[in-house]
């Protein structure tokens, strides 16, 4: 069964700083990656997918890689903002079946 | 992206008795997903609706607890049978419209007394 990593499960970080989250997989063999932000008590909002052919998408000041030979992505969020603050979620699908299964999340604050 | 509808939004339920969810899509596909988000915890894939077909349950999870329907290929149901409190969590459908996004329902956030 797939298990999926996310660190670290929480961050605390001044407005302005770029930062990194990861994310790993048990099996490497990941067809699409998707990543997610889940604010408190709300739904999934999706941020970014990169599919089988890519390894890597942008949108704003958002990016996230997928390294397939070893089953890692990261998301990187550059001048961190305080409305970034929420839980950030990474999903994996091993193939065109297209079921994601979900990091256990991070946690992010970023301070005034 | 896919439009999906979920129903309940929320409930308080008794212990011991069943709860159907709704999941209503604006457009056909193939697949649907049922997943589990328990208190602070992240997403539990419960069970893949293929339409004409019986789910496909993931470790963990019994037809007997949570049987689905999937009568078309817009529309799936998950019920919650014989709840214990231990079931207190937010379910949600999600389909892979354009692109392969996965795209999720605003969730049933169930409180199982």
Redesign the interface.
């Known amino acids: 069964k797939q298990e999926v990593t996310q660190i670290p499960a929480a961050l605390s970080v001044p407005e302005g700083e770029n930062l990194v989250l990861n994310c790993s997989f048990t099996d490497s063999a990941i067809y699409n990656l998707q990543w997610f932000r889940q604010d408190p008590g709300k739904g999934l909002t999706s941020l970014l997918l990169i599919q089988s052919s890519q390894r890597e998408q942008t949108s704003g000041r958002l990016n996230a890689s997928l390294d397939k030979s070893s089953g890692r992505s990261t998301l990187y969020i550059a001048a961190s903002q305080p409305g970034d603050s929420a839980t950030y979620l990474c999903a994996g699908a091993p193939n065109t079946g297209n079921q994601f299964y979900f990091g256990t999340g991070t946690s992010l604050t970023v301070i005034p | 992206?896919a439009v999906i509808s979920q129903k309940p939004s929320r409930d308080i339920c008794q212990r011991g008795t069943s709860l159907t969810i709704q999941c209503q899509v604006d457009s056909q596909v193939t697949?649907m997903?049922w997943?589990r988000q328990q208190p602070g915890q992240?997403?539990?894939?419960i069970a893949?609706a293929n339409q004409g077909s019986e789910a496909t349950y993931?470790?963990g999870f019994v037809i007997d607890k949570f049987p689905i329907s999937r009568p078309n290929l817009t529309f799936s149901t998950l019920t919650v049978s014989n709840m214990s409190p231990e079931d207190s969590s937010i379910y949600?459908c999600?389909v892979?419209g354009g692109?392969?996004?996965?795209?999720?329902?605003?969730?049933s956030r169930l409180t199982v007394l």
């Open positions: 992206s697949m997903f997943y992240s997403l539990t894939l893949t993931e470790s949600l999600s892979t692109a392969n996004v996965l795209t999720f329902g605003a969730g």
